[in-house]
């Protein structure tokens, strides 16, 4: 083999190198190139399709972050439309409860009111009657109708007399006399002793005498 015809052989490799570089560098984008390592693509081809799965992985995000967006919106706007309701039973509530303190508050005065217009009537009553208006010093003591009739007072009780005693002073100089309703009495502590009700003693020519 001579230099001419390898010289020849390498012009004649580098010039169909040369056509399969063209062709991959300004090949469409739907072109491969076949070489001696097998298809290649082209340049066009290349970015065009490094293009289309940027574009798809892009969109499908795109989407995912579309749908979190709108689940997002829908739930903000449950959450708001419970706020609401919620507002609305509170409120409601507030308003239900001035009504019936309102209520409890006037039943109250009413029944203040009734009771102060019952207990004037009683005792509108009790004076009319009569009675005593007041007890005070008139244990164990009964209600008795006046002599005119105009009314009541209090008597002492026969079923209750008062206890009379008496004895001797300490010198013997002195009769003594002892009296009392609610104590006990020890009778053999007295000379002489009786049970009676609104009943005086006296002495009268150097002798006791009781007058009733």
Do not use: C
């Given at each position: 083999?001579?230099?001419?015809?390898?010289?020849?052989?390498?012009?004649?490799?580098?010039?169909?190198?040369?056509?399969?570089?063209?062709?991959?560098?300004?090949?469409?984008?739907?072109?491969?190139?076949?070489?001696?390592?097998?298809?290649?693509?082209?340049?066009?081809?290349?970015?065009?399709?490094?293009?289309?799965?940027?574009?798809?992985?892009?969109?499908?995000?795109?989407?995912?972050?579309?749908?979190?967006?709108?689940?997002?919106?829908?739930?903000?706007?449950?959450?708001?439309?419970?706020?609401?309701?919620?507002?609305?039973?509170?409120?409601?509530?507030?308003?239900?409860?001035?009504?019936?303190?309102?209520?409890?508050?006037?039943?109250?005065?009413?029944?203040?009111?009734?009771?102060?217009?019952?207990?004037?009537?009683?005792?509108?009553?009790?004076?009319?009657?009569?009675?005593?208006?007041?007890?005070?010093?008139?244990?164990?003591?009964?209600?008795?109708?006046?002599?005119?009739?105009?009314?009541?007072?209090?008597?002492?009780?026969?079923?209750?007399?008062?206890?009379?005693?008496?004895?001797?002073?300490?010198?013997?100089?002195?009769?003594?006399?002892?009296?009392?309703?609610?104590?006990?009495?020890i009778a053999a502590n007295?000379?002489?002793?009786?049970?009676?009700?609104?009943?005086?003693?006296?002495?009268?020519?150097?002798?006791?005498?009781?007058?009733?």
């Amino acid at each position: 083999m001579s230099l001419q015809t390898d010289l020849h052989n390498a012009v004649t490799q580098v010039t169909a190198d040369s056509a399969l570089l063209h062709a991959v560098v300004h090949g469409s984008t739907q072109d491969t190139v076949g070489t001696e390592g097998g298809l290649v693509v082209t340049v066009a081809k290349l970015l065009h399709d490094a293009d289309a799965r940027i574009n798809a992985s892009a969109g499908g995000i795109l989407a995912q972050s579309q749908s979190a967006a709108q689940d997002a919106l829908t739930s903000a706007e449950l959450a708001s439309s419970e706020a609401d309701r919620a507002q609305s039973v509170a409120s409601q509530g507030v308003t239900d409860t001035h009504t019936v303190l309102q209520l409890i508050q006037t039943s109250g005065n009413q029944i203040l009111v009734d009771a102060e217009a019952v207990l004037q009537q009683v005792i509108a009553r009790l004076l009319a009657v009569g009675l005593p208006d007041s007890l005070i010093g008139a244990h164990g003591m009964l209600l008795k109708v006046k002599a005119d009739e105009s009314g009541y007072e209090l008597v002492n009780t026969a079923a209750l007399p008062r206890f009379y005693g008496f004895h001797l002073s300490s010198d013997g100089s002195e009769l003594l006399l002892t009296e009392g309703r609610d104590t006990d009495f020890i009778a053999a502590n007295f000379l002489t002793w009786t049970l009676a009700e609104g009943v005086s003693f006296a002495i009268h020519d150097n002798a006791l005498e009781m007058q009733l």
